[in-house]
């Protein structure tokens, strides 16, 4: 049976350029989703944390307005409180690699804020490439990979096409000009290859053992690729 480990942001705000904290954390869609797409295929999953802080649930992810209607968010809601190997998760220095078919990275605006400076998820990263086993990220989470870059600013993802949130995206979020950065432009800066497609519609890149998406809409996709390469 394969086994997945989701890393997940512990942030619950994403600072902003005034110093303001915006209210954050995962994208529910982004974990429940393919979470859900796993638990179908009969993988175990377990979680990991920086700091094994229970993760939180952006609330926006979880209202009516990003759920097709108070239906989807009531869903959504049940949904998240039945993944409950996603709310105890441990510290990503205890993780075992060596017991993972697949490693995924949710999104949300969390990940901008406590990953891409996490030592420990930027060695996870790092080993997780050499080793040839899966790697996936989707959205915001590829933020992550900026830890993964050495004091001259070297990355092994360097050359890899990635994809993730896009500027247009997040100047339809309404946050681009209130960002100390924006994800697209640091993963260019990081030396990947970073491609694009249409906002918020389903977007993958492959490449090797590295899988990303780009927007919430490309989280089900992903994990149902990782499916396919995992059979």
């Known amino acids: ?9 512990a942030a619950d705000h994403w600072t902003l350029a005034d110093g303001t904290e915006h209210p954050a954390g995962f994208w529910a869609e982004e974990a429940v989703g393919p979470y859900e797409v796993f638990k179908k295929a009969g993988y175990e999953i377990a979680a990991a944390t920086p700091g094994g802080v229970p993760p939180t649930a952006d609330a926006l992810s979880l209202t009516p307005d990003f759920n097709g209607g108070p239906e989807g968010a009531e869903r959504m809601k049940t949904a998240l409180r039945e993944a409950t190997e996603l709310a105890n998760p441990m510290r990503i220095e205890d993780a075992d690699l060596d017991d993972y078919d697949a490693v995924f990275y949710p999104g ?4 901008m804020e406590d990953l891409p400076d996490n030592a ?12 040839g086993k899966l790697l996936a990220l989707v959205c915001h989470g590829p933020a992550a990979l900026l830890a993964t870059a050495d004091a001259d600013g070297k990355s092994p993802f360097a050359g890899y096409r990635v994809t ?14 209130k960002a100390k950065w924006l994800l697209q432009d640091r993963l260019v800066e990081l030396g990947v290859d970073y491609r694009e497609g249409a906002p918020y519609q389903p977007h993958l890149e492959m490449d090797r053992n590295l899988f990303t998406g780009q927007n919430p809409a490309s989280a089900v996709p992903l994990a149902e690729e990782i499916v396919k390469a995992l059979s």
Do not use: H
């Open 1 to 9: 049976m394969a086994k997945i480990l989701f890393v997940i942001t």
């Open 164 to 177: 993730g949130l896009s500027n247009a995206e997040e100047i339809q979020n309404g946050l681009a000009d």
């Open 120 to 131: 420990e998820s930027g060695t996870l990263l790092t080993e997780r490439l050499a080793s």
């Open 108 to 111: 949300g605006w969390g990940p």
